[in-house]
């Protein structure tokens, strides 16, 4: 019949126009990403030396992701890198053996000696401490320890620089990492305008975690390199040419446990460096009321639990690090 014709042609019609304004949206987001990519990452500084850098971080791929550029640059300029990993890298489970353990220990620190090994660092630059992840640096005797061995390696080496990941809530070995780090400055009475740290990744930020999301169906990827927490104001970037960037990127490619591709989409940026910042561990990296993706997202999945690390309870934090402040005698020594 006529009529009925006509209404399927009106259907018709309408999936088309409907199809039409999903794809102009599409291109039109792709087109968003493209120009949000052009925009500079921040100032830019050269701090690297031709002396010896030293590089205290969590895990086995955070050097590469913290200060890929600045370890290649040191070296090209004819200085020396090291690098103290402090946590052994495997998180312990109830199906996992001890034996399994230790070898997925061996097999993530081959990855970071590799790596080290392509940018020239010998293998008896990178320092083990091999605690537990996610466990060992919860225990205030082993932080300790930590404590005194990066500052008797500070005294030693006279390092140009110290290099570590930024405290802020990301990963909890990550940020007693940076206690250590200061503390062990403090201690070894190291210059701290000579001491910097890196972000890596945090849950503060509601723009990143949603842009990511859109990630997932963009064509043209929006870039998002790690940020830092508020206040930003004394941070900049390495100044790294494309090539440098491109030599970091293939970096992480020796990280086969940790997915290589995306270790680059996400971390193949210049390094980013701020001073040290100095807190009140205890209060944690931020205020959890004033972060959107916790009101809005993270505050519904981690109930009791810390809004930061998503392991221990707040209460179990804070008394960790009230616990540390008081003990470590640097912080006595204020």
């Not at 199809?19 to 990452?41: D, E, K, M, Q, S």
């Not at 992701?65 to 052994?88: C, E, F, P, Q, S």
């Not at 998180?91 to 399994?100: Q, V």
Request: net charge neutral.
């Amino acid at each position: 019949m006529p009529g009925t014709r006509n209404q399927d042609h009106n259907v018709w019609q309408d999936i088309v126009w409907v199809l039409a304004g999903v794809a102009a949206v599409y291109t039109l987001a792709n087109a968003a990403a493209f120009l949000f990519n052009l925009r500079p990452l921040r100032p830019r500084k050269d701090i690297t030396s031709g002396d010896t850098l030293l590089i205290v971080v969590a895990h086995q791929d955070d050097e590469a992701i913290i200060a890929g550029g600045a370890m290649a640059r040191t070296l090209d300029k004819g200085g020396n890198v090291h690098v103290v990993y402090t946590a052994d890298g495997v998180t312990r489970g109830p199906s996992l053996t001890e034996d399994a353990a230790r070898a997925r220990i061996a097999r993530r620190e081959s990855e970071s000696l590799a790596c080290l090994a392509d940018l020239g660092i010998p293998g008896e630059n990178a320092h083990f401490l091999r605690y537990e992840n996610q466990e060992g640096l919860t225990e205030p005797p082993n932080v300790m320890r930590a404590v005194d061995y990066v500052a008797e390696l500070i005294k030693e080496l006279e390092p140009y620089a110290i290099l570590t990941s930024a405290f802020e809530g990301g990963h909890c070995d990550h940020d007693m990492t940076h206690f250590i780090v200061s503390r062990a400055a403090e201690t070894a009475r190291f210059p701290f305008e000579r001491v910097f740290e890196a972000p890596e990744y945090n849950r503060y930020y509601l723009r990143e975690y949603l842009l990511r999301k859109l990630n997932d169906i963009l064509f043209v990827k929006v870039n998002l390199p790690p940020r830092f927490l508020p206040p930003v104001s004394p941070s900049f970037a390495l100044d790294m040419s494309r090539g440098e960037i491109a030599r970091k990127r293939r970096l992480f490619g020796h990280f086969a446990t940790q997915k290589p591709q995306r270790l680059a989409a996400r971390f193949g940026f210049p390094d980013q460096f701020r001073p040290l910042s100095r807190p009140d561990y205890a209060k944690g990296p931020y205020d959890p009321r004033e972060s959107l993706r916790y009101r809005f997202v993270d505050r519904w999945k981690h109930k009791d639990k810390a809004p930061f690390y998503g392991g221990l309870t707040n209460e179990d934090y804070r008394k960790l690090y009230e616990r540390l402040q008081e003990e470590t005698p640097a912080a006595n020594a204020r």
